[in-house]
């Protein structure tokens, strides 16, 4: 486990409510945080299945860690999006060298690009066009790069499967990125993400089949997005 998030742990708040640090829970310290009072997100309470959430508002709130590094990924996120076109989140994306990220773009969301800003190859799913980024419906998404690239993908509530080989082509085989992890904006920086985020985990690409479906598993149960049993993630 890279890194993992909860809105129902470990939440700063101010007398306001608003969010300056979401410590990870992974035992890494990779904890986000926002000096800028402005820019903090909201903690509500009861958002999906009686547990909190943090709610960005879509114009200035973001979450940054320290840097760090992953290759390949597994990237799991609880949430809903009202707002199309907006970065749920980035990392490492200062110049887009090697940059990951999930953005709900008018045709598709984005799972990392290469080659340097202004000059980058972006590999990605479609999401828009199932609705997804403006209906305001909590769900599941779980970001894949296995290291080949038919394991780039999307799976959505833990059963559709979406492969960015079948629609975009050759994309590379491992993502690599070394730098801040931000909730809310690509590199602090407009669009920002206009909807709510319950829990993120981030796993190292060499996660089994059988793993990724026990932490589905665990997190469908506990927003109560399907009727799988609970277990505890690993």
């Known amino acids: ?70 290759t390949g990924f597994n990237i799991f996120s609880v949430m809903r999006s009202q707002t199309g076109a907006r970065t749920v989140y980035s990392h490492d994306c200062a110049g887009y060298i090697e940059c990951i990220y999930f953005h709900t773009a008018s045709n598709s969301t984005i799972l990392f690009t290469r080659g340097g800003l202004g000059n980058a190859t972006a590999y990605g799913v479609p999401v828009n066009a199932y609705g997804w980024a403006t209906d305001n419906t909590y769900r599941l998404f779980a970001q894949v790069a296995d290291g080949t690239h038919a394991g780039h993908g999307l799976r959505v509530n833990g059963s559709q499967d979406i492969n960015v080989t079948t629609v975009l082509g050759n994309a590379p085989g491992v993502a690599n990125a070394n730098g801040a992890f931000r909730v809310g904006s690509v590199d602090g920086a407009s669009p920002f993400f206009d909807g709510g985020v319950a829990e993120l985990l981030i796993y190292p690409h060499t996660m089994t089949a059988v793993q990724r479906e026990q932490v589905e598993n665990y997190l469908l149960s506990k927003y109560n997005l399907n009727g799988s049993p609970r277990i505890s993630p690993l």
């Open 1 to 70: 486990l890279v890194a993992w998030w909860r809105a129902d742990a470990a939440v700063g708040l101010n007398t306001s409510q608003n969010v300056y640090e979401w410590s990870d829970q992974s035992g890494n310290s990779r904890n986000l945080t926002q000096a800028t009072a402005a820019s903090r997100p909201t903690f509500t309470a009861g958002a999906v299945n009686s547990l909190p959430e943090i709610d960005l508002d879509g114009t200035d709130d973001v979450l940054a860690s320290a840097a760090f590094g992953i």
